[in-house]
């Protein structure tokens, strides 16, 4: 089979370690495409044997110099598979053009209308299926889990992880933090427009000893496994990869009850940002007990994200497909 995944994005995210993650497993016993603009910054951690196509035109909805560029690699794929409303509604047009079989995964709750006009779509949660007028395929993303080195810290320590935006709630989670009455530190993964702005408010609420922008970072196994807390703070969320790194190697996350997290986490685990202190606050004073409670309560749900089973399941809805069609 051959299968072609086509993203609009350079930067690299949590939708692009699905993108490159999954791509990495399939090439093992298919061959496959992935369709990115030029310069695209994530084609590194691709394998080799995955053909890459850099797309120069302007990835606008209706440029036929775009088009040209990737019809012909479009037609020879047995699937193509879309991440992102953008390259989802480029080839949603192609394909009123020329006849291949599309597939779109939807990663978050926003609404995207062009999922509602593609036949087959994946959603990352079942939060996410919702946002959908028609009936799509819930398939949730699976990951290996790697040895980590874990390291006693002198102080109690916490971690966030996301792209530096408002959409993630940084300024209130940083707001809400500055109400602890004890030390701690603080390392927020990632990079974005608000990175100012944040590093303002730290200033702003004396914070710079215990809150720290660190920037982005390919090793973020090893910040979650040598902290105490994983902090999501998001305003809404699909189902974040953060969340599944955190089922793998976090002794305890505590996130608002947005998207598909809801699904995931148990209740006491879900909370209003206003909560968080007071949450966290019984986390350092009773950390083994905690760290062991969450452990209980999410040994089951790991299984949903095994890797295997991700890999497996999105095979079988390829396969369907091409059988649906030739029937």
């Known amino acids: 089979m051959k299968i072609g995944y086509f993203s609009c994005s350079r930067k690299f995210g949590g939708i692009e370690k699905i993108v490159v993650d999954t791509l990495n497993e399939l090439v093992k016993t298919n061959d496959c495409l992935l369709i990115v603009p030029f310069g695209c910054e994530f084609k590194y951690k691709l394998d080799k044997k995955i053909?890459?196509?850099?797309?120069k035109s302007y990835d606008k909805r209706y440029n036929p110099f775009l088009y040209l560029e990737i019809i012909k690699n479009i037609k020879s794929c047995d699937i193509v598979h879309t991440h992102g409303a953008k390259a989802t509604q480029i080839s949603y047009i192609l394909s009123k053009f020329i006849s291949f079989n599309h597939i779109a995964t939807k990663h978050n709750s926003r609404k995207g209308k062009i999922f509602n006009k593609v036949k087959n779509v994946i959603s990352v949660s079942k939060k996410v299926s919702k946002t959908i007028t028609h009936n799509s395929k819930v398939i949730y993303f699976g990951l290996d889990y790697k040895e980590q080195n874990s390291q006693q810290n002198?102080?109690?320590?916490?971690?966030a992880v996301g792209r530096l935006d408002p959409i993630k709630g940084f300024d209130n989670l940083i707001n809400e933090l500055s109400k602890l009455d004890f030390d701690f530190e603080l390392n927020i993964i990632g990079e974005g427009n608000q990175k100012s702005q944040l590093n303002e408010l730290i200033k702003s609420k004396n914070l710079e000893g215990k809150i720290k922008l660190i920037g982005f970072k390919d090793n973020i196994p090893s910040y979650l496994i040598n902290s105490n807390i994983q902090l999501i703070s998001s305003l809404s969320e699909g189902l974040p990869i953060t969340l599944i790194e955190g089922l793998l190697?976090?002794?305890?996350?505590?996130s608002t009850p947005v998207g598909g997290i809801v699904e995931v986490l148990d209740k006491d685990y879900l909370l209003n940002i206003e909560q968080f202190p007071k949450k966290i606050n019984d986390i350092y004073m009773n950390f083994e007990k905690e760290k062991k409670n969450f452990y209980i309560k999410h040994e089951?749900?790991?299984?949903?994200?095994?890797?295997v089973n991700?890999?497996?399941?999105?095979?079988?809805?390829?396969?369907?497909?091409?059988?649906?069609?030739?029937?």
């Not at 053909?51 to 797309?55: A, F, R, T």
């Not at 002198?154 to 971690?159: A, D, G, L, Y």
Request: glycine content about 2%; cysteine-free.
């Open 310 to 327: 991700y890999i497996n399941s999105l095979m079988k809805y390829y396969k369907g497909i091409l059988d649906e069609k030739t029937s």
């Open 249 to 254: 190697y976090s002794p305890i996350i505590i």
């Open 154 to 159: 002198s102080k109690f320590t916490m971690v």
């Open 51 to 55: 053909e890459v196509l850099e797309y």
């Open 300 to 307: 089951k749900i790991k299984k949903s994200f095994d890797k």
